[in-house]
Nanobody, 124 residues
């Protein structure tokens, strides 16, 4: 049974940093394309960042480029999202996703497995 567990969320002031982690059990990240998504109240879930298998190419939403960094630790089977220079508009529930099928990394229907999410709140 595949299980993804996010951690590291919390409340910070604007300009602060948080580091989110997503640990997998029953699944191997190194062979997969893994993504981070977020969903703010009354908004659709959106792609934030993703990292490919193999070479580990990274992809980011324009809104977080230069502030967020996604990485993968194959030994720990964990994917991390380092978030710097946080803004109030980054406030959302953050989810990791794996089991990518094909197509655009931003499409939520192309991921088979999802974590339960971790809340990030940024105050001004």
């Amino acid at each position: 049974q595949v299980q993804l567990v996010e951690s590291g969320g919390g409340s910070v002031q604007a300009g602060g940093s948080l580091r989110l982690s997503c640990a997998a059990s029953g699944y191997t990240y190194s062979r997969d394309f893994v993504g981070w998504f977020r969903q703010a109240p009354e908004k659709e879930r959106e792609g934030v960042a993703a990292i490919s298998a193999g070479t580990g190419n990274t992809y980011y939403a324009d809104s977080v480029k230069g502030r967020f960094a996604i990485s993968r630790d194959n030994a720990k089977n964990t994917v991390t999202l380092q978030m710097n220079s946080l803004k109030p508009e980054d406030t959302a529930m953050y989810y990791c996703a794996a089991g990518f099928l094909y197509g655009s990394w931003t499409r939520i229907d192309q991921y088979r497995y999802w974590g339960q999410g971790t809340q990030v709140t940024v105050s001004s």
